[in-house]
């Protein structure tokens, strides 16, 4: 390595000779940066998601993959912390768990009815990919028709996040975000319709109206639930996952589409003729009279049929036309376009592309690992930043009417806490290779480093509940004389791992 120059930096990425000259970026802070230019990436993210069908089909694994058909709460109260007995702290999550989802799974829980909790989880994680952030309201509302709650969720689009009237940023207003001191957010300002109905649609009350509400209740309840990834220190709204990969998308969709003409033009242009003779020769055949050469040759139309023999205009011969589309790199290109957008999701591109032609087991094992450490993260957050909070707002409103019984509840927060302990089972993994993937879980327990537990919820079901269905097949089978014994046998015995060619 060569000693610094005069001209030059130690770290060649602070250079400024060659290339690196011109690339000198503003440093700002968090919002400084992201704020002032956040709807202009949120409208075009959105734009993206509409007309792009490989953006949308990204999400849709991406949801797919970390809400898929919705998660299975399992209360788990910390009957140690509570000085409770284990077989009631099991018995009342048992009965708390059947509670809970009766709830969620009903569209009574939003207050609009479009949906149940399943529902909502994916659009609002779509519109936090899409959007950098979700939101939600949580309301009491006593008596709403066909529900036993007055507890009730309504998700909101971000775009409604905004200072009133226009005002601009402050020291401690940021985007429609009041915050303290310390940067913690205090209230939000929502604006009561969406900022694009405003002149969209007639009549409209309370359009330039905003509503404030609280982070937190007295006593801690979320009274406003806001989701996002925090990329920076002092960040108060949500970047688009998008945002990074715009230019790719708009670069492939430009090429993608130039291409598709020239092949259309190409299926259109069957040939052309062109003349040999000179436009003076040309108008002495028509008396020197322009104008009727022109009429003549407007009115002279080739139909082109199978096998026919054309007359030719005077003066004309036929060429045939050499297409050059498709581009032979064209689809090469695409693809490498198409593993930069799968960083992007950050997937693995045969996950987010929906493409395993010619991999081998190992690699889409390895594929499919890599999937899940980097949805794992995703799952983590939509329980603690979003289902958390509606539990603990639906547990309330059931410990405070008397439904179920939570001795201290009130008392202080920690208690609370160890009531309001949950564990989530998410969609399983699935298996590439169910033999050889059953064979190693069954591994896992003899040697004592899993349980029935982990690997029941690894695919996605609840170990009590199995258990419970395996007692009642196995009597069912005794009843019928059926050796369960000869069954497993069988099964020993079965070919384990069926042939494939590794590549």
Not at 61 to 84: E, R, S
Not at 155 to 167: A, E, F, H, Q
Not at 334 to 343: E, H, W
Not at 368 to 382: C, E, G, L, T
Request: aromatic share 8%; charged share 25%; proline share 5%.
């Amino acid at each position: 390595m060569s000693s610094v120059s005069a001209s030059d930096t130690a770290f060649k990425a602070a250079s400024q000779e060659g290339k690196m000259r011109l690339w000198n970026p503003a440093k700002g802070s968090a919002d400084s940066d992201l704020l002032p230019e956040k709807p202009t990436i949120d409208a075009r993210s959105v734009d993206l998601v509409r007309n792009e069908v490989s953006a949308k089909s990204g999400i849709d694994t991406l949801l797919d993959l970390v809400i898929g058909t919705g998660p299975t709460i399992v209360p788990i109260p910390d009957y140690k912390a509570l000085g409770l007995d284990k077989e009631w702290a099991a018995e009342w999550a048992r009965n708390v768990q059947g509670i809970v989802h009766d709830y969620i799974d009903s569209e009574a829980m939003d207050v609009t009815r479009s949906g149940n909790l399943t529902d909502n989880l994916r659009m609002g994680l779509r519109t936090e990919i899409a959007q950098g952030e979700q939101a939600v309201v949580p309301y009491f509302i006593e008596g709403r028709p066909g529900s036993d709650f007055a507890t009730c969720f309504q998700w909101i689009d971000p775009d409604r996040i905004s200072n009133p009237l226009g005002t601009f940023d402050s020291q401690y207003l940021r985007s429609g975000i009041e915050i303290d001191e310390f940067g913690a957010p205090q209230r939000y300002h929502v604006q009561k319709v969406h900022p694009a109905d405003v002149g969209t649609f007639a009549a409209i009350e309370g359009a330039y109206e905003w509503e404030a509400i609280d982070a937190l209740t007295e006593w801690g309840r979320p009274s406003f639930i806001h989701v996002f990834e925090r990329e920076r220190p002092d960040q108060h709204r949500g970047l688009s996952m998008l945002a990074a990969m715009m230019p790719f998308y708009k670069d492939a969709s430009d090429y993608r589409g130039a291409e598709v003409k020239a092949a259309l033009a190409n299926a259109i242009v069957a040939g052309f003729t062109e003349s040999s003779m000179e436009m003076s020769q040309l108008l002495d055949m028509f008396g020197g009279d322009a104008s009727s050469l022109l009429a003549a040759r407007a009115e002279y139309i080739l139909n082109m049929q199978p096998g026919s023999i054309l007359p030719l205009f005077p003066g004309d011969k036929f060429a045939s036309h050499n297409p050059s589309r498709p581009n032979a790199a064209y689809e090469g290109f695409m693809r490498a376009i198409k593993k930069d957008q799968s960083l992007g999701f950050n997937l693995p591109h045969q996950i987010a592309m929906k493409d395993t032609d010619g991999d081998s087991y190992s690699s889409l094992k390895g594929a499919f690992n890599m999937a899940r450490r980097a949805i794992a993260p995703r799952q983590s957050s939509s329980k603690t930043k979003c289902v958390d909070k509606i539990v603990r707002c639906l547990m309330e409103e059931l410990v405070g009417t008397g439904i179920i019984e939570a001795p201290g509840f009130w008392d202080n927060n920690r208690t609370r806490n160890a009531w309001l302990r949950t564990r989530i089972i998410w969609d399983g993994e699935g298996w590439l290779d169910p033999a050889r993937e059953a064979q190693a879980a069954q591994l896992r327990i003899a040697l004592g480093i899993s349980t029935y537990e982990i690997e029941c919820a690894a695919q996605g079901l609840d170990w009590r509940e199995v258990m419970e269905q395996r007692s009642v097949e196995q009597r069912f089978m005794k009843a019928l004389d059926l050796d369960q014994n000869q069954l497993t046998t069988s099964i020993a015995l079965a070919p384990q791992t069926p042939e494939r060619p590794e590549q």
